[in-house]
């Protein structure tokens, strides 16, 4: 009976993994509406694989449905609230419904949380991300005081002291611009 229990869970994790590959590859592909079928279809096989529900959450983003996204990155994020990726993408989905100060607490907690390979530059993204909402809703106080911590992380690359020089423009820190 142990054998064959076993036997069933690979069983069950193989066929999981094989539509998760399917769907990875219709979300880099942009095609959603299929990844999104294929996500679900892994998850009847393993309901809890984290993995699993991050890539359909993201296909559902693309999709447009960010309500049904938003459930699945909740979960995520009481489960880990430590990830990048579920609190950026937490963070563009407050931004997009009005949620202001939601949009602030997880873009915060994306720049200073665990990411996956290149930390450095998936924080300084999120940062830049976090600076161009910040414009958007016109709260150019705060947007400088990003900026600032921005360009104490920044290396002397010119194409990034280049875009930070906008971005103090932006904000309309004339002189912070000039030095950029």
Same mark, same amino acid.
């Given at each position: 009976?142990?054998?064959?229990?076993?036997?069933?869970?690979?069983?069950?994790?193989?066929?999981?993994?094989?539509?998760?590959?399917?769907?990875?590859?219709?979300?880099?592909?942009?095609?959603?509406?299929?990844?999104?079928?294929?996500?679900?279809?892994?998850?009847?096989?393993?309901?809890?694989?984290?993995?699993?529900? =991050?890539? @359909? &959450?993201?296909?559902?983003?693309?999709? *447009?449905? #960010?309500?049904? !996204?938003?459930? +699945?990155?909740? $979960?995520?994020?009481?489960?880990?609230?430590?990830?990048?990726?579920?609190? =950026?993408? @937490? &963070?563009?989905?407050?931004?997009?419904? *009005?949620? #202001?100060?939601? !949009?602030?607490? +997880?873009?915060? $907690?994306?720049?200073?949380?665990?990411?996956?390979?290149?930390?450095?530059?998936?924080?300084? &993204?999120?940062?830049?991300?976090?600076?161009?909402?910040?414009?958007?809703?016109?709260?150019?106080?705060?947007?400088?005081?990003?900026?600032?911590?921005?360009?104490?992380?920044?290396?002397?690359?010119? &194409?990034?002291?280049?875009?930070?020089?906008?971005?103090?423009?932006?904000?309309?820190?004339?002189?912070?611009?000039?030095?950029?």
């Amino acid at each position: 009976v142990a054998g064959l229990s076993r036997l069933f869970h690979a069983q069950q994790d193989s066929l999981g993994n094989r539509w998760f590959t399917r769907g990875v590859a219709d979300l880099n592909a942009k095609k959603f509406d299929p990844a999104v079928l294929e996500f679900h279809t892994a998850l009847r096989y393993s309901r809890d694989n984290y993995s699993y529900q =991050l890539n @359909l &959450a993201e296909a559902l983003i693309g999709l *447009g449905r #960010t309500s049904e !996204a938003y459930s +699945y990155l909740i $979960n995520l994020w009481e489960q880990e609230p430590e990830d990048g990726l579920v609190n =950026l993408a @937490l &963070a563009r989905i407050a931004a997009q419904t *009005g949620g #202001t100060n939601q !949009a602030l607490r +997880y873009y915060h $907690n994306a720049i200073y949380a665990t990411w996956p390979g290149d930390g450095e530059q998936q924080r300084r &993204a999120a940062r830049v991300e976090l600076i161009e909402y910040l414009l958007k809703i016109n709260a150019k106080a705060q947007a400088q005081a990003e900026l600032m911590a921005l360009a104490a992380n920044l290396g002397d690359e010119s &194409a990034e002291q280049a875009h930070l020089g906008d971005l103090f423009l932006r904000s309309q820190d004339y002189q912070h611009a000039l030095s950029a």
